[in-house]
């Protein structure tokens, strides 16, 4: 049995993730979708995956490799635009068997009909909605500390910050003191929610820092970047105080040390949670 996956092209309702990385590529509860599908087509039956890829394709093939991760043989092929699900079976009718095949446009989570892409409100209800089911077989280091609060590994919670269920905290997570996550939140893996910050009903993307200033509420922050999930409108934070990435590009802030300054002085008191923040932002920071 074979498979045929069709990575999404950019999509106008969620258009600043479309920018950040390939949508199919896209880090929702630690994982991506085409991860996720991997996962669920090695349990299901196929044993050669297509993977169909138009935009940036070499980001899909940086997580896909070969499919040895899965036990499956894995392709990823280029396309010069995203194809429907009619061209696809009719222009690879030779490479899939009719009856005996899969073809799925990597837009929604494995069981599914949840489409994600058309509006940043889906995208925020269906990751919601995934959550229970995020625990696939091949994911490793997550516990629910407590009912519906899961949090993943090198993951540090003051024991006086709020967590409300249902809340989701990635690995290498940092929560400090007073700050209040929840509910209805996911905050993904290596962010760094300062003391006394609010995040509610919100997604916090990879790799941000949420200041001690900050309330976010029915929003996607990431980077320093904060959407509406319910309105669409997006704002750029100037404040890294408030907001910003913690993995940057090869434009620095106007005044870098500033945040790390105060960073410093906030956690002096506690030596080890100040080492663990630097081992983290040291490893996982670029360029």
């Known amino acids: 049995m074979n498979a045929l996956l069709i990575c999404p092209s950019s999509r106008p309702g969620v258009e600043y ?12 509860l630690g994982e991506s979708l085409v991860e996720y599908w991997m996962t669920h087509l090695a349990m299901s039956g196929p044993t050669s995956v297509r993977i169909l890829a138009s935009d940036r394709p070499e ?7 070969n499919g040895a991760r899965w036990g499956l043989q894995a392709e990823v092929i280029v396309e010069n ?6 061209q ?3 222009k690879y009718s030779r490479e899939i068997s009719s009856g005996s095949s899969e073809i799925v ?4 989570f494995p069981g599914t009909l949840h489409s994600l892409f058309t509006s940043y409100a889906d995208l925020f209800g269906g990751v919601l909605e995934w959550l229970p089911n995020a625990f696939m077989p091949d994911r490793v280091g997550f516990r629910e500390i407590r009912p519906g609060v899961w949090a993943g590994l090198h993951t540090r919670i003051s024991p006086e910050a709020h967590l409300n269920a249902p809340c989701w905290l990635g690995h290498n997570v940092f929560v400090g003191a007073g700050a ?7 905050v993904e893996d290596r962010c760094f929610i300062e003391s006394k ?8 993307g990879p790799d941000t820092f949420v200041g ?9 922050a990431w980077g320093n970047s904060v959407i509406g999930w319910k309105t669409g409108a997006c704002m750029k934070v100037q404040d890294a105080f408030v907001l910003c990435a913690l993995r940057r590009s090869a434009v620095a802030p106007s005044n870098p040390s500033g945040l790390f300054t105060r960073l410093s002085e906030t956690y002096v008191r506690n030596k080890e949670e100040l080492q663990m923040f630097w081992k983290n932002l040291v490893t996982n920071k670029e360029g």
Do not use: N, Y
Not at 59 to 65: E, M, T
Not at 212 to 220: D, F, M, R
């Open 81 to 86: 635009r995203e194809l429907t699900l009619a």
């Open 212 to 220: 001690e200033p900050a309330v976010i509420g029915e929003a996607i």
């Open 88 to 90: 696809a079976q009719i």
């Open 17 to 28: 993730l479309s920018a950040l990385a390939p949508l199919a590529a896209i880090p929702l």
């Open 180 to 186: 209040v996550v929840g509910p209805m939140t996911i």
């Open 59 to 65: 980001r899909i093939a940086a997580i896909v490799g």
């Open 197 to 204: 910050a609010e995040v509610v009903s919100s997604l916090v």
């Open 105 to 108: 446009v990597l837009d929604h």
